[in-house]
C-alpha cells in the first residue's frame, strides 16, 4: 500500500533458462461443497513471517513473526521445531536483520508506532540490545556486510533529513567511517564485496532512471547511462568478485532484463531475458548461485542460476505457489526460502544442496482453519472503456452461485504503480470466505505487465485509471454469481484514493467505499511527503502532478474538492503515526462527507502508521470493515465476529 515514489520497478534479460518447477494448480473446491466460516479472529490467528538469515553455523534461521501479535526477531532450527524469540516488543514492531556472519550477534530494525523512523540495533548473546544509530528524526538502514565480515554497511539521513549518507560500522567496535556524503539525491543500490565500489539509482520520472557508479578510492563519480528519452536503468547487484555490476534495464524492450557492466572495461552485454518483468537478480556469498526472480502475470516464479556449471539449477517440485524471498547460505550448502499460495500463508523452507532435499520449518495457517474452505484465485481481464486489456485476480466465494448471487467488492491496490497479486490474503479470504466476491483489479498504471501499461497512468489519476475501475464494476456485474445492484469498492493509499475519487467523481456506480488510509487532497499530499523521499520527489511529480506548477489539475482530481458529491455509506481506516498518507487526509474526508448525511464511519489506530502491524488492530481492522460491509451491501445487522 505504499506510494509509487516507495517502489523501484525492476527489470529482465538474454538466455531463457527453465524457471523453479511447481506443480500444477489444484483446481478450486466445487461451488456446492459446504464451507465452513471462520472469524476474523481464526484468520488473524495466522502467523506472518518475514526474512532469513542463516547463523554461522548454519544450524538456524533468524526471522521475523508477529506469532506473539506483533513483530519480533525469532530464530528457528533448520531441521525445524518451536521458534525462539530474541525480541521480546510489546509496542513497536521489531523485525529480524541478520546474524553476524562469525558470531551469535543479530542485527534487527524497529519503529516507533509505525512512522517508519526505523533504528538499527544490535542484540548480543545476552539479550543486551544497543541503538547504533541513536537520535531523533532519523531514518537508518542495513544495506549489507563487507565481503571480509569485518564491517557492515548502513544509510542514515541524519545529516540531512533528505537524503541517505553511506557509513561504514566495524563489526567488532560499531565505529563508524562515512563513505559516501549523498547531496545529490541519489539512491543506494550496492557496495562491492572489496569496497571500493558504490552504485546508486538516480529516478527522473517513475520509468526513466539512470545509473551512477562511485570509485571509494579515488572519490571519483560516473554516469554509466547517459541516454535519451525514458529509459529504466536500475543498479541491482555488483558480482562477489567485485569486477561487474548487474543492472536491470528496458532499453529498447517492453519488459525488463537482467544485463552487465564490466567494471575495468566499461563494456555491457546483456544476460538473462524473459517473456515478463525481472524484478530482480543476486549472487549468493560465494558466488556459486544467481538468483533472479520474475513477475509473471500476478505470481512470482524463480531462476536459480548455477554458475560454476553454466546451466539452471534443476529443483524439486513444490506445491502450487510462489517461491519469494531466497537467501543462500554463505557455505552455499542450504538455500532458504518463504512458499505461499492462494490458500496457503507464507511458510519458511530450507533446501540442502548435497541432499536436493526441502524441508518445510513453518506450518502459519491457523490451526482452526482449513485451507479447503478457502478458495484459489483465478486471473481474469476485460476489457476496458476505451480497449485497454486490464488483468484482474478474481475471488469467488464457494457459495456463490447463479441461484445464490453474491455481493462483490472491487480492491484497489496501492502505489501508483503497485500490482494486485495471486497468494494469500488473510484479508480477502476472510471477506470471500462470508460471501464476497473480491475482484484485485491491475488498472492502467499497475507494475508488472509492460512499460507501456505501466506509464499509461501518468498525469491522469482520477481519470483512466478511475474508468477502468468503473469497468471493472461492469465486469463483475456480467459474472452469473454476483448481483449487480450490490458492489462496492476498496482500497488503501493509493487504493484509498481511487476509493474517494469513485464516490466522488462517478457517485452512482459503486454502493459504497472502504478508504484504508488514502490520500483525499493531493495538493497536501505531495508537499508533505516525508523528508527521506527527497530522491524521488520530482518523479513523483512528474508521476501525478506538481502542486506548484498544477495546482488546479490537482484539486480537480482531489476527492475532498468534491466531497459534497458524495452520496454512498463511506468507511475510512487511518493510523495515527501514518508518515505518508498523513491523518488530516482521512479527518477532512470525513467531516466533509459527514455534511452530506451519508453514513460515515472513521476509525483511528494511535499506534500505527502506513499499514496495520499488530494482530489486535487488524482483527478491529477488518471487523470493522466486514460489518461495514453487512450492514450496507448485504443489509444484515453491524455485528461480527
Known amino acids: 500500500m505504499q506510494l509509487r515514489s516507495t517502489l523501484v520497478r525492476v527489470l529482465a534479460a538474454a538466455v531463457l533458462v527453465p524457471t523453479l518447477a511447481l506443480a500444477a494448480p489444484k483446481a478450486a473446491s466445487s461451488a456446492s461443497r459446504p464451507s465452513k ?27 521475523s513473526s508477529n506469532e506473539s501479535g506483533i513483530f519480533n526477531a525469532y530464530t ?3 531441521t525445524g521445531g518451536k521458534t525462539k524469540a530474541l525480541t521480546q516488543s510489546k509496542t513497536d514492531s521489531t523485525y529480524a536483520v541478520s546474524f553476524f556472519p562469525k ?23 545476552d539479550g543486551k540490545e544497543r541503538d547504533l544509530t541513536p537520535g531523533e528524526k532519523l531514518k537508518a538502514m542495513f544495506v549489507g556486510w563487507s565481503g571480509d565480515d569485518s564491517a557492515f554497511y548502513v544509510l542514515t539521513n541524519e545529516r540531512d533529513a533528505r537524503f541517505f549518507d553511506v557509513y561504514r560500522h566495524d563489526a567488532k567496535t560499531y565505529a563508524r567511517t562515512l563513505v559516501y556524503q549523498n547531496d545529490a539525491g541519489f539512491n543506494f543500490a550496492d557496495v562491492s564485496k572489496d569496497g571500493r565500489w558504490l552504485a546508486f539509482n538516480k529516478p527522473r520520472t517513475n520509468h ?20 535519451q528519452g525514458d529509459v529504466r536503468f536500475q543498479a541491482s547487484t555488483f558480482d562477489p568478485g567485485s569486477t561487474a555490476l548487474y543492472f536491470l534495464t528496458d532499453e529498447g524492450s517492453e519488459f525488463t532484463r537482467v544485463a552487465r557492466y564490466e567494471l575495468a572495461t566499461g563494456k555491457v552485454e546483456d544476460v538473462e531475458r524473459a517473456d515478463w518483468d525481472v524484478m ?27 554458475m560454476k556449471a553454466g546451466k539452471p539449477l534443476a529443483l524439486p517440485r513444490l506445491p502450487a505457489g510462489d517461491i519469494t524471498s531466497v537467501h543462500i547460505s554463505n557455505t552455499e550448502k542450504r538455500m532458504a526460502f518463504y512458499h505461499n499460495g492462494d490458500r496457503s500463508p507464507s511458510n519458511l523452507y530450507v533446501y540442502d544442496f548435497g541432499t536436493k532435499k526441502f524441508t518445510r520449518l513453518t506450518d502459519t495457517l491457523s490451526r482452526e482453519i482449513d485451507a479447503e474452505d478457502l478458495v484459489e484465485a483465478q486471473v481474469v481481464r476485460f476489457k476496458s472503456f476505451d480497449g485497454m486489456e486490464i488483468p484482474n485476480i478474481l475471488f469467488k466465494p464457494h457459495q456463490a452461485t447463479a441461484t445464490a448471487k453474491a455481493p462483490a467488492i472491487v480492491w484497489v ?25 473480491v475482484l484485485g483489479i491491475n488498472n492502467r498504471g499497475s507494475s508488472g505487465y509492460g512499460k507501456s501499461f505501466y506509464t499509461a497512468d501518468d498525469q491522469k489519476h482520477g ?18 454469481y454476483v448481483d449487480a445492484e450490490r458492489i462496492g469498492i476498496a482500497g488503501g493509499s493509493y487504493g484509498g484514493y481511487m476509493t474517494l475519487a469513485a464516490l466522488a467523481f462517478h457517485p452512482e456506480v459503486f454502493k459504497v467505499g472502504v478508504d484504508i488510509f488514502g490520500v483525499s487532497n493531493w495538493l497536501r499530499t505531495l508537499k508533505s511527503i516525508p523528508p527521506w523521499w527527497e530522491a524521488q520527489r520530482e518523479s513523483l511529480y512528474k508521476e ?34 501514518d508518515p505518508r498518507v498523513i491523518q488530516p487526509e482521512s479527518d477532512e474526508i470525513v467531516e466533509a462527507v459527514k455534511k452530506n448525511g451519508v453514513p460515515v464511519e472513521y476509525v483511528i489506530f494511535p499506534d500505527e502508521g502506513h499499514g496495520f502491524t499488530k494482530k489486535k488492530n487488524e482483527v478491529e481492522a477488518w471487523s470493522r470493515m466486514r460489518g461495514f460491509l453487512d450492514a450496507h451491501l448485504k443489509g444484515t445487522p453491524n455485528v461480527v465476529n
Do not use: W
Open 463 to 480: 481519470r483512466e485509471p478511475l474508468l477502468d475501475c468503473v469497468e471493472a464494476k461492469k465486469y463483475l456485474a456480467s459474472l452469473p
Open 544 to 577: 501525478i502532478g506538481d502542486p506548484a506548477k498544477q495546482e488546479q489539475m490537482l484539486r480537480d482530481v482531489s476527492p475532498l474538492f468534491h466531497a459534497e458529491k458524495i452520496n454512498k455509506p463511506l468507511l475510512v481506516l487511518q493510523g495515527a503515526n
Open 76 to 78: 528457528l532450527p533448520i
Open 413 to 437: 491496490h496501492g502505489g501508483p504503480g503497485g500490482q494486485t497479486r495471486k497468494g494469500y490474503s488473510a484479508t480477502i479470504q476472510y471477506l470471500v470466505n462470508h460471501g464476497y466476491v
Open 37 to 63: 466460516q471462520y472469524s476474523v479472529e481464526q484468520f488473524m490467528a495466522t502467523t506472518k513471517l518475514a526474512g532469513a538469515s542463516f547463523s554461522p553455523d548454519e544450524k538456524r534461521v533468524l526471522l
Open 208 to 227: 526513466d532512471t539512470d545509473i551512477h557508479l562511485y570509485n571509494v578510492e579515488t572519490k571519483e563519480l560516473k554516469h554509466l547511462t547517459p541516454h
Open 280 to 306: 530482480y537478480t543476486s549472487f549468493s556469498r560465494k558466488g556459486g548461485y544467481r538468483v533472479t526472480a520474475i513477475n509473471e502475470d500476478g505470481r512470482t516464479t524463480i531462476r536459480v542460476h548455477d
Open 103 to 125: 558470531d551469535e550477534r543479530i542485527l534487527f530494525t524497529r519503529d516507533q508506532g509505525g512512522n517508519e523512523a526505523n533504528h538499527l540495533f544490535v542484540r548480543t548473546p
